[in-house]
T-cell receptor, first 112, second 109 residues
């Protein structure tokens, strides 16, 4: 079953602008991860945030997690054309340690 | 760097054929996963394996089986391919984070 739902489904911005993507989920989690997928390729892990963390940074990426609202956001600052890709959140549920539940993704287009 | 290799990037098969998709990882990971990805549906877990010869059904196992005879190799088998199995298939290993192969785009005609 799909747990993570991303919003928006698609986002188009100008190079240099910031991009914000949101993810909502339904059950208790151990952690939440964000992945990136270039067209026709596999997924690449970007960042993991644990359930007891509220914010995490990695380069131009900033992830927040609000477990009370069961939501997360991914912010990409100073976007580049090379950031054009689909972005997925994935949750690691408390009761199912082997499985990740992926959202349906946000397609980001960064215009040069 | 972890490398997960899927045997084919593109594959075209006919309905009723038995189809094998192969995946190899080079990092001695215990956990391996097979997903399919369809537009608007995200990634859906077909099967996963947590050790050699161990497997567990995911969310959509119908029409599929898997084989894990060696730790590094995890095979997905379509017993009798049907057109509704046309999809992108992604293999992954480990868990936190998962490392993905480049995918196999499978078309069933």
């Amino acid at each position: 079953s799909q747990q993570g739902e991303e919003d928006p489904q698609a986002l188009s911005i100008q190079e240099g602008e910031n991009a914000t993507m949101n993810c909502s989920y339904k059950t208790s989690i151990n952690n939440l991860q964000w992945y990136r997928q270039n067209s026709g390729r596999g997924l690449v892990h970007l960042i993991l945030i644990r359930s007891n963390e509220r914010e995490k940074h990695s380069g131009r990426l900033r992830v927040t997690l609000d477990t009370s609202k069961k939501s997360s956001s991914l912010l990409i600052t100073a976007s580049r054309a090379a950031d054009t890709a689909s972005y997925f959140c994935a949750t690691d549920e408390v009761d199912s340690s082997y499985k990740l539940i992926f959202g349906s993704g946000t397609r980001l287009l960064v215009r040069p | 760097d972890v490398k997960v290799t899927q045997s084919s990037r593109y594959l075209v098969k006919r309905t009723g054929e038995k189809v094998f998709l192969e995946c190899v990882q080079d990092m001695d990971h215990e956990n391996m996963f097979w997903y399919r990805q369809d537009p608007g549906l995200g990634l859906r877990l077909i099967y996963f394996s947590y050790d050699v010869k161990m497997k567990e059904k995911g969310d959509i196992p119908e029409g599929y089986s898997v084989s894990r005879e060696k730790k590094e190799r995890f095979s997905l088998i379509l017993e009798s391919a049907s057109t509704n199995q046309t999809s992108m298939y992604l293999c992954a290993s480990s868990q936190r984070p998962q490392h993905f192969g480049d995918g196999t785009r499978l078309s069933i005609l």
